[in-house]
């Protein structure tokens, strides 16, 4: 059992930066693979990043590819997403999820956290 929480989400302008941070509970977390997805506003929730257990594979959307960085710091249990040069299609409800593999879809994770709202303003 992994339990998630999000924190960092907030207003920003555009162009802007912010770091959201995914606290897991348990000590299984370094077996896992971490991923972010969104949600904007009346639109299905999409993948942005995933990261393998290891570190060592990760993947992003086209749409994120060079202003985001999907990281993790198992010491510290937290997975970190950094997101830069923010644009206000980035709006969205954040959302981070462990499963066992770093895919692009939903149905590959096991656990979820609540979401942080990302509010990017033009």
């Known amino acids: 059992q992994v339990q998630l929480v999000e924190s960092g989400g907030g207003l920003v302008q555009a162009g802007g930066s912010l770091r959201l941070s995914c606290a897991a509970s348990g000590r299984t977390f370094n077996t896992y693979a971490m991923g972010w997805f969104r949600q904007a506003p009346g639109k299905e929730r999409d993948f942005v990043a995933a990261?393998?257990?290891?570190?060592?594979?990760?993947n992003y959307a086209d749409s994120v590819k060079g202003r985001f960085t999907i990281s993790r710091d198992d010491a510290k249990n937290t997975l970190y997403l950094q997101m830069n040069s923010l644009k206000p299609e980035d709006t969205a409800v954040y959302y981070c999820a462990a499963g066992p593999r770093p895919a692009g879809v939903e149905y590959a994770y096991r656990y979820w956290g609540q979401g942080t709202q990302v509010t990017v303003s033009s």
């Open positions: 990261i393998s257990w290891t570190g060592g594979n990760i």
